[in-house]
């Protein structure tokens, strides 16, 4: 197999430019054209031909278009005779698609993934999946990242003697404890329901965090109902005081601003998975990079080594 070779879809090129400038190797161009009749066509404009091809795109809105662009990138590249084509795809947002919760819902985790392995991807590479079981939906080897070493080496400037984290709900339990773990600290979760896609509640918070400096975890913030929700039953415990912490910064609809807004929270955190809108300047944002992380297992895949090994 020879060079690594990496391209860009159109939703995150900054990401894809990090990841580049931490390998040493260029990131080739992506040509991308719209037909009047409004099908896109893409050529990839760099040699595959027995290359160990990357694609980086994470599926962010406008999230249908970028998922055909990708697959017509994973197309080309298959028609172009890439030795092996690795999907590196920071954000999943089909992740949470992936049980059948109601009847004749479709389960769109699964055949999402189904589509790239149709369209000819060998391999996918993603970080913090909403759920563990969306790792089994892929037919082709996944390697899954987390940011939680990232995060924890933000939050380890700060005295953590009396912090505990406190996940929103069940589902993001163990993610919180193995956080936990790396700071030291406590963990609690919220109780949650969720009614609609914008309406949740939370009845209770399981654990102590009364007087606690809570660190809220979760593995994405969209609009941010569920954490405002568990925030309302924070203060009811009067906690002494809430920092924000998150993978997936998708922060729609304002989210950012009405978090900066509550005089509790004193900070956000997230990654730069996936493009982050510009805040205001007196939004409480810090976002970190997950191009070295992504990056060195992107080098690991290419030369045969453990990915694994990153998390030990």
């Not at 290359?51 to 998922?67: A, G, K, S």
């Not at 993001?172 to 309406?199: C, I, T, W, Y």
Request: glycine share 6%; hydrophobic share 45%.
């Amino acid at each position: 197999m020879r060079d690594i070779t990496v391209f860009s879809g159109s939703a995150h090129p900054q990401l894809a430019a990090e990841i580049c400038a931490h390998l040493g190797t260029p990131l080739h161009p992506v040509r991308l054209h719209r037909f009047a009749n409004d099908c896109l066509e893409v050529q990839l404009q760099a040699n595959c031909r027995e290359r160990d091809v990357f694609l980086i795109q994470p599926l962010v809105p406008p999230v249908q278009e970028h998922l055909v662009e990708l697959l017509l990138m994973i197309d080309a590249a298959r028609g172009a005779s890439a030795a092996r084509t690795t999907v590196v795809m920071p954000h999943y947002a089909y992740a949470r698609s992936d049980k059948k919760d109601a009847p004749r819902i479709s389960i769109g985790g699964r055949l999402v993934a189904d589509l790239m392995v149709a369209a000819g991807a060998d391999r996918v590479l993603a970080m913090t999946l909403h759920s563990p079981q969306v790792h089994g939906f892929f037919s082709v080897p996944v390697d899954h990242l987390h940011a939680l070493r990232e995060l924890a080496a933000h939050f380890r400037q700060y005295d953590l003697s009396n912090t505990v984290v406190v996940s929103p709900d069940l589902g993001n339990a163990k993610e919180a404890a193995a956080f936990a773990r790396l700071l030291g600290a406590e963990v609690a979760m919220g109780a949650k329901q969720r009614l609609s896609d914008d309406k949740v509640t939370i009845s209770s918070v399981i654990g102590e965090v009364r007087g606690k400096d809570v660190i809220v975890l979760d593995d994405e913030i969209a609009r941010g109902t569920t954490v405002i929700e568990l925030l309302d039953r924070l203060r009811e415990r009067e906690v002494n005081s809430i920092r924000i912490a998150c993978t997936h910064g998708l922060f729609a609809a304002g989210a950012v601003e009405r978090l900066s807004e509550l005089d509790e929270v004193l900070e956000i955190v997230c990654t730069n998975t996936v493009p982050i809108p510009e805040p205001k300047p007196d939004a409480k944002l810090h976002v970190l990079s997950v191009a070295p992380a992504l990056a060195e297992a992107m080098r690991r895949i290419h030369e045969g080594e453990s990915v694994s090994a990153l998390f030990g």
